[in-house]
């Protein structure tokens, strides 16, 4: 379809107007009722060079493509993942279902991790990420004991043999009160070390105030990040994420501060509610929603196997609240292939179709595709990724699709995806590749 030449005109091309970047007041009035404009592209030396509304494009004598209305969105940012768990599903499945269920079968399972077993795992997640069309990812790394220097040193390796590929960033995931030991000093250690995002579970217990306090204080000693796992429940008396507002306005932290899940708050009553969403709102929070392993996990009964029953609500948090209070809300894909979420493909697509139907993002659309490029590119500091604009790098995602009900109808398994101007020919990495670990572990049971 893209001639491989360094210069070419994609022409009748629709793209969704909020991703792309220094839109003029012409192509962002040019947007029909579901946000999406017609225009040509072009590409030059791996660059998008101009983009004009369709018809308005000079003749040249480079190549030209009519996509005939088909369109094209920026290639996507997963900001939320964990890729040293992923797919050991086959070797550690969560027999029940819950999630403490899941956390049992993955620290055994963590304790015959090994250097090689994390790369491969990990790289296979980013071989499926990089053929669906992602280009930036944040993971986080379970953090303690041994693990800190396997996972690390693991991460280091694939973020250096992939830094032209993908952008690839790591955070610390250890309980809150890890920080209060000497263990825990290591650990930071290892995070400034490896440029790393300070990181952890905040969870309700005696000690929380004194373990947020003392992750701040590191935080602003050593000029870094933060990135939390909050709430990830559904009791109403879980606020660890109004803690964490009011720690960041207390300690006027700088930095980018993000959570992830907050699913207690869906659950709270509306002075909560209210109160907290003015608190994340005034902290310049960041809120992650994972919309499958939360559907997954939240809300599913322990004796499911004995006495079946329906699971009365969804997981997610309150994102329509939250974005109309002005707080920056993303998604992601959270787990994969692992006791957490027993599916999933590390593919950005997935995420968005599956927010959409579980978070009733359509009627209108509006800007919601910038939680799945733009936004989270932006609480990851990537200002040039996510989205679509004049010089900025030609890395994007053709879709036979026309409008949104027709990509989120299907698969979508024929998309294009291009990085710098050209089409990508990676294919998606084979199951087999990782069966010796599935099987040599089991034999060991």
Known sequence: ?????????????????????????????????????LVDVKI????????????????????TVDLQGKQIWPCFVDVHTHLDKGHIWERSPNQKGTFNDALTATFKDEEI????????????????????????????????????????????????????????????????????TPEGEKLVNKISESGGILGGVAYM???LDQQIDRVFEIAKERKLNLDFHVDENGEIESICLQKIAEATLKYKFEGQIVCGHCCSLAVQPDDVVQQTLKLVKSAG???????????????RQSDQSQSPKTPHWRGTTLVHELKKTGVPVTFASDNCRDPFYGFGDHDGLEVFKMAVRICHLDRPFED???????????????????????GLPADFIIFKGRYFSEILSR???????????????????????????????????
């Open 1 to 37: 379809m893209i001639p491989n030449t360094s210069g070419y005109w994609l022409k009748n091309v629709r793209v969704p107007v909020c991703v792309l970047k220094d839109k003029n007041e012409a192509i962002a009035n040019s947007a029909n009722q579901d946000g999406m404009t």
């Open 44 to 63: 030059a030396s791996g660059l998008f060079e101009k983009i004009v509304i369709a018809g308005q494009s000079e003749s040249d004598s480079i190549p």
């Open 113 to 180: 991790w090994t250097a090689e077993d994390i790369y491969r795992r990990m790289e296979f997640g980013l071989k499926c990420s990089y053929v669906h069309g992602t280009k930036a990812i944040r993971t986080h790394l379970d953090s303690s004991g041994r693990l800190i220097d396997l996972s690390w040193d693991a991460f280091k390796t694939l973020r250096k043999q992939w830094e032209n590929r993908l952008i690839l960033q790591a955070v610390a995931l250890a309980s809150l009160d890890y920080y209060l």
């Open 205 to 207: 217990n005696p000690d």
């Open 285 to 299: 929070i960041g809120v992650v929603s994972l919309p499958m392993c939360n559907l997954y996990l939240q809300d």
């Open 368 to 390: 919601w595709l910038c939680s799945v490029t733009t936004t989270p590119a932006d609480l990851m500091g990537l200002s040039d990724v996510g989205r679509i604009g004049v």
């Open 411 to 445: 698969q979508q398994s024929d998309r294009i995806v291009v990085r710098n101007g050209k089409i990508l020919e990676d294919n998606l990495p084979d199951y087999s590749e990782l069966d010796d670990l599935i099987f040599d572990f089991q034999s060991d049971l």
